[in-house]
């Protein structure tokens, strides 16, 4: 039986809207704005069709996107790369991989794997750095890459 939650069918259009596509995963929304809408999604770690997916955090917020997407047109990856302790970087993509592991539905299928954005070592994403970040996680790129951008007020939703 599934534990997990999905979202209701107003936040799949929304999210929909944002993505400029129906999401592949069952998902739920983790943070909104002040306003309601949603900012991050939590993705159930396989899509519908059983493909594993390593991003459980997703940014959707169309304005966080485009300014992390500026950032990282700006060599952003790297640099914020470097800001961070290597042992701290690695025990965040442990604990993402864990929380990830947790969300788990279907063991039958070959499983995600790697850190936050599914990457082993270092940094690959900062969108999906700055959505853990933003869920809670103990990120210090997703934190730097918030204080960069200028992250509105938020609320999070439950989260796993």
């Known amino acids: 039986m599934s534990t997990f939650r999905d979202a209701s069918s107003h936040d799949e259009e929304v999210v929909a809207g944002l993505l400029g596509r129906p999401v592949a995963a069952r998902f739920a929304v983790a943070v909104r704005r002040e306003n309601g809408s949603p900012v991050v999604i939590e993705n159930e770690p396989h899509l519908r069709d ?15 996107h485009d300014a992390v997407s500026r950032l990282e047109g700006e060599s952003g990856v790297h640099r914020f790369e470097d800001l961070v302790d290597e042992e701290e970087l690695a025990a965040t993509h442990r604990a993402y991989a864990a929380l990830r592991e947790q969300a788990v539905v279907r063991h039958d299928l070959v499983q995600p794997s790697g ?43 439950e989260v796993r």
């Open 50 to 64: 059983g493909t594993p997916l390593p991003t459980l955090f997703w940014l959707v917020d169309a304005d966080l």
């Open 115 to 157: 850190g936050v954005g599914g990457t082993r070592v270092g940094v690959k994403c900062l969108h999906a750095h700055l959505a853990y970040h933003l869920v809670g996680g103990n990120d210090p790129v997703g934190a730097l890459v918030a204080e960069a951008v200028g992250v509105p007020p938020v609320v999070i939703c």
